[in-house]
């Protein structure tokens, strides 16, 4: 058995999980996500759990079946306690800033950056080179902080650029004085 899809996902109090054609909908306290699951992939709520189940050992199913249990666990851990992803900016001069409801960045290039989060999505920016994208969908939240981070990566030479909190970046050393 696939060894993330065999693992219930434990429901806690307050999330309600409702499967009707093939939609599972998970409301929280933070919240309401659904996502459409293949229809071979059946469902069962026991005992405070949900626990998924396959109809074969084939390799489409096995893979089918942790997809989907990881991504309901996902969402049941979204509408409880939601996602959040650091980023910092390293470099002279880079910065973050709030202007209304969009984010504006001064990374080095010859204009300021602009985003406006999508909806479900909240940046804080707590220092002009430390803020924090979160919400309650995982991937939403990734694709936000990957996009706002393709805007300058991190380059291996100075460093320089947004990279996530923690992040290593391995440096390589420059140019070398001839002799």
């Known amino acids: 058995m696939s060894r993330v899809g065999k693992q219930p996902v434990p429901i806690p109090a307050g999330v309600k999980i409702v499967r009707a054609d093939n939609v599972i909908t998970v409301e929280g306290p933070k919240g309401k996500l659904s996502q459409k699951i293949h229809d071979e992939i059946k469902t069962e709520v026991k005992d405070g759990q949900m626990i998924f189940t396959r109809p074969s050992d084939s390799k489409y199913d096995r893979a089918l079946h942790g997809l ?52 479900g999505i909240e940046i804080k920016v707590t220092a002009p080179t430390k803020f924090s994208i979160s919400g309650i969908d995982k991937q939403l939240v990734g694709q936000v902080a990957a996009k706002i981070r393709s805007f300058r990566p991190p380059e291996p030479y100075k460093g320089k650029g947004i990279r996530y909190a923690g992040e290593h970046i391995r440096r390589k050393a420059g140019k070398t004085a001839g002799a």
């Open 68 to 119: 989907y249990r990881a991504l309901v666990g996902n969402m049941v851990k979204g509408v409880t306690t939601g996602f959040t992803r650091d980023l910092e900016i390293e470099g002279v001069g880079y910065k973050v800033e709030q202007a209304g409801k969009a984010y504006t960045f001064a990374l080095g290039l010859s204009h300021p950056v602009s985003i406006l989060p999508p909806h």
